[in-house]
């Protein structure tokens, strides 16, 4: 995605191929998918930035008979899971157009079970978020969880009794992605840090400002466009660990335009119409400076996930509130855009495991929610989607907060590849998750993990019309 400031000449951002996905190459902007159905009753296509506006009118009416929703693809549906046998609340989902489904688990208990979670496993290297397909709290453990370790989130998740949880081994390591849209660039403890900037906004005094992971924000106070350039703009307010993973950073020339585009490779940019509740099973793409553009499926929201501190050592940074995914990211790849084929504006890139050959999990900060704590706006004044459902977490601002988009946002033009990327992480809380405060600047400095190579090749967009695709 090519972010970009003017006046300052564009830097393309030097991607590796990316290989078409044939059927799968998506026209941009998207046509409004049609209502179809002549009855009430009949189930209706949807776009999938339709569901969570949808959903947050559903939930409102069955109260604690909701117990989540996703979105069929396939189909273009909308799925609401619902507890128990009342006929009117299936009648009130199907005059919506949607499909009730009946589930075992409510929406409390999930929530009852994401807490018992958090007391008892905050191992670092594990991960939990809610499915609503399956109707369970989905937990990962990467590589380094074995032994003792193992066997207390093994037991943890059996106590919350059958159906309610399920456990997985990880490939990998879960570790935010520092080093990666466009690159940003700063120098920290002595040496380089490489971060992607997410999306442009305006702040709440009319400034021009981007936004970024918040462990991009508290590794170091002044980013440049460039590797060896000068600062151009400096930290206003960043939020890691606790409750999100955000930076909000504001361009040091007040003058600077930043119209609102995400570089999808190849001279071709999407527009940034609005933000975006994310939608499990809906599609998404995803920018940064180290693997260029990527798509993949939302899997689960509230996902909460125990990094291993990079600052205390055996400690926990623990963040809360994320969007889980199947888009696969690399160190570089941390603070870049997630975002959707009508330009939506959905995640900033926080962390996650695995790689891009491999494929791993990967966990993105609401745009929704970081636009709501920093107050900041973004895009061509389009109404944020609709709140998401309600899921398992322990958080005080839901994936599902709304902020209402205004113009002025844009993106800033990119500088190339870098070097030497470092996992920034802020000073862990004095228990996990204990640090809330939306927009808080958290103290602390970085240390440095990942393998980037300098120089590295980074992924485009198909060449020539306006379709967009990835590998």
Known sequence: MSHKRIPKRKAAIAVGSVAALGAAALLLPNANASQTGSSDATPKTFKANDVSGLASQIAAQLGGAFAGSYYNADKQQIVVNVVGNDSNVINTIRKAGAIPNKVQNSTAALQAAAKTLKAQATVPGTAWSVDPKTNKIQVSADSSVTGAKWDKVESTVKSLGSGMATLKKSGGSFKTLVSGGDAIFAQANGGGVRCSLGFNVTASDGTPA??????????????????????????????????????????????????????????????????????????????????????????????????????????????????????????????????????????????????????????????????????????????????????????????????????????????????????????????????????????????QSGSEQPGQAQGSGAAGGSSLTSH
């Open 210 to 447: 981007f936004l970024t992971a918040g462990h991009c924000g508290v590794a170091a106070k002044q980013w440049s466009d460039s590797q060896n350039g000068q600062p151009i703009a400096t930290v206003d307010q960043a939020t890691f660990p606790g409750n999100g993973d955000f930076s909000l950073v504001k361009y040091d020339d007040p003058k600077t335009q930043a119209p609102s585009e995400v570089n999808a490779g190849n001279g071709q940019t999407v527009q940034i119409n609005q933000a975006a509740d994310a939608v499990v099973g809906q599609q998404v793409f995803r920018m940064g400076s180290t693997t260029g553009l990527h798509d993949g499926t939302v899997t689960g929201l509230d996902a909460t996930v125990n990094f291993q501190s990079e600052t205390v050592p055996g400690g926990v940074d623990t963040v809360t509130g994320l969007i889980q995914t199947n888009v696969c990211a690399e160190a570089g790849d941390s603070g870049g855009s997630l975002f959707t084929q009508d330009g939506s504006a959905v995640g900033l890139t926080s962390g996650g495991s695995g790689d891009c050959t491999a494929g791993g999990e990967t966990f993105f900060q609401p745009v929704t929610a970081a636009l709501k704590a920093t107050g900041a706006t973004l895009g061509a004044g389009g109404a944020v989607g609709g709140g998401g459902a309600a899921g398992a977490g322990d958080q005080s601002a839901s994936p599902g907060d709304q902020s209402t988009a205004s113009a002025g946002a844009g993106d800033q033009s990119g500088a190339g590849a870098g070097t030497g990327d470092q996992s920034g992480a802020g000073q862990a809380s004095a228990s996990p998750g204990d640090q809330s405060g939306a927009g808080q600047q958290t103290g602390g400095a970085a240390d």
